[in-house]
């Protein structure tokens, strides 16, 4: 009897070594566990991060305007207006297409596009003061845009928006190599209703700006081209709409408008030629 005591005892100090480690294991599974748990500060931060991509600044054109004729008020206040609106709306998208397309994404889908639509309106502007005084020259370079804050810095650059003769930027989308026009038919091509075939007779005092718009629309076509070439794999499934044809169709919009309104002086100004601004990806 005196030696089953020392047995028993010897079997519940094992029993109870044991349960100890089942415990001791435990705890330490659960620490892994809780380390394996991302910290819910950290994931605050990532989504703050991801909410805050910047804020799109444009310089302020009323300030620049010089005495705007009564006459033309209200539509200079309409394209102010828009003007407000587009940088909104270039604002929206910044934040909906976070993380969206590469380096160049907010230049190529977001800046550049807010721009056209900018050079556009602020030509509207200067026009409807020309009418009735003297138009204001110099407003165009009020158009660009810049990312501040928690973006990347960025701009139109002179490099990007230099606009070359048609002749050139025919030849640069043709390309001078055989692997650039591989790559150009692999690609596909760009192509645009023809304007020219659509216009009324021109009054012969607005024939040279009419064929110099006309020429800037095939200009615009072969930059088009050129840079469906030059940006291939970049970007999302959206890209070549939103950073090629998206912008190809808001300079049209500006040009056509241009041609319009040069027949317009002397005549009647076509309507709809709007509708021959978008253009479509052929393969």
Known sequence: MSRALPKYNKRRVVFIGGAAAVVLSGAVIAGSALAGTPDKSSTTQSARTLSDPGTITCPDVKSQLPAIPASAQAEVDRNLALLDTQIAEANKRLVDTVGQGGPNFVQNAILGPLKDKRVSTIDRIAISIGRQGTKPTGLDALAECTLNAAGTSG??????????????????????????????????????????SQLPAVPA???????????????????ANKRLVDTVGQGGPNFVQNAILGPLKDKRVSTIDRIAISIGRQGTKPTGLDSLAACTLTQ
Not at 156 to 183: E, K
Not at 205 to 223: G, K, P, Y
Request: aromatic share 0%; hydrophobic share 40%; net charge negative.
């Open 155 to 196: 701009s139109t650059g002179a490099t990007d928006t230099a606009t070359p003769s048609a002749t050139a930027a025919a030849t640069q989308a043709a390309g001078g190599t055989d692997d650039t026009a591989t790559a150009s038919s692999a690609v596909g091509t760009i192509t645009c209703p023809d304007v020219k």
């Open 205 to 223: 005092s607005a024939q040279a700006e009419v064929d110099r718009n006309l020429a800037l629309l095939d200009t615009q076509i072969a930059e």
